[in-house]
């Protein structure tokens, strides 16, 4: 209570400080790394540490943020648990290659993967869609 009788909000600062740790809770749950947080919310993994180490602090929308993109991995870690048979991991690897190492792209390797492997993959996720 304040020293008007009324209760006492807290502030927007202890808000932003809860929120600090929260986000290092969200990430282990959902087992990410800080960088693979940061390219699932599109926020620097720089930015990620210092909002865990409490050098920053994040706004309710920016924690909000996070903790979507966390919540998205957990999701679809179930799904990829369930279909062993989709080879997910080379299909991240791919994706990873063509998001940040675009001078260093093998074409000839990436046309022939889109026209054979990824065929198969999408014919699995078709049938996994229903």
Do not use: C, F, N
Request: hydrophobic content about 35%; cysteine-free; proline content about 5%.
């Amino acid at each position: 209570m304040g020293g008007d009788g009324r209760p006492t909000r807290p502030s927007h600062r202890h808000q932003r400080k809860a929120g600090t740790s929260t986000i290092a809770q969200l990430r282990t749950a959902a087992g990410l790394t800080q960088q693979e947080l940061g390219d699932l919310s599109g926020v620097a993994r720089s930015t990620i540490a210092a909002y865990e180490s409490g050098r920053r602090h994040p706004s309710p929308p920016m924690v909000a943020r996070l903790a979507a993109a966390a919540r998205i991995q957990r999701d679809d870690r179930d799904v990829v648990e369930e279909h062993p048979e989709i080879s997910w991991r080379a299909m991240k690897g791919m994706r990873d290659v063509v998001a940040h190492e675009h001078g260093a792209i093998d074409h000839e390797l990436l046309w022939r993967t889109l026209s054979a492997d990824v065929s198969r993959e999408a014919e699995l996720l078709r049938l996994l869609a229903g």
